[in-house]
Structure formats: structure tokens, C-alpha cells
């Protein structure tokens, strides 16, 4: 494998984690992931037993969402978190941003197979 052009490091604060789906539809690919901050998404649901906070990602590969304990995430980077994500703070909106992934992920593997 060649590089052709290198990314950039990781900023923030990263952790691995498997894509399991945790506390979402379906049960995920089971991928290795490094997760950064920026991938993650802050959401509220607002259940009948009160306000719930979530924090989850989205896996590139297939499209599935799993939530992270809150306790794995340091104070300050839920906080860089929650305000990158005030204004798209709706399960709705996270939601639509993991089908979007599902979606070009199989027009992609349609590619492929032609
Ligand atoms: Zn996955």
C-alpha cells in the first residue's frame, strides 16, 4: 500500500471502540473504530421518565449508531461536544445522518458489484 497523501492526526480526544449498535437499531459490523471528537454526536430524548442525553457515533461502514457511557468521555470534551452539536442536538437529525451513511454504503457496494 502506498500513501498518497497523509491525513491529519487525530485532534482531541480519541478512544477505540467496536461498532455494536449499543442502545440503537440493529447490532453493528463489530469494526475496530477510533473515534474522535468530532465524530461523535450529542443528542436529548425526551422520554416520558424524564430527559435523557445521549452520546453516540456513527460507523463509517455500515451505517449503524452506538451510544458511548458517558463516563468514558472526559467533562471538558462533552463539553466541546455538546456545543458543536446545540443546534443538531435532535435524535431525528442523528438519525437521518446514520441512514444517509446506510444509504451510500449500499449504493457503493451496488457499484461494486457491477
Ligand atoms: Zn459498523
Redesign the pocket.
Known amino acids: 500500500m502506498k500513501i498518497i497523501a497523509p491525513g491529519r492526526d487525530c485532534i482531541g480526544w480519541s478512544r477505540e471502540f467496536d461498532?455494536t449498535g449499543k442502545g440503537n437499531e440493529g447490532i453493528?459490523?463489530n469494526?475496530r473504530l477510533l473515534v474522535e471528537e468530532a465524530d461523535i454526536w450529542f443528542y436529548v430524548v425526551n422520554n416520558s421518565w424524564g430527559r435523557e442525553t445521549f452520546y453516540s457515533f456513527i460507523?463509517p461502514?455500515?451505517g449503524?449508531m452506538t451510544d458511548i457511557s458517558h463516563s468514558l468521555i472526559s467533562g471538558e470534551t462533552m463539553d466541546h461536544i455538546r456545543k458543536r452539536c446545540e443546534e443538531t442536538a435532535k435524535v431525528s437529525y442523528v438519525r437521518a445522518q446514520a441512514d444517509k451513511v446506510k444509504t451510500l454504503r449500499l449504493a457503493n457496494r451496488k457499484k461494486q458489484q457491477e
Open positions: 461498532c453493528g459490523c469494526a460507523c461502514l455500515c449503524c
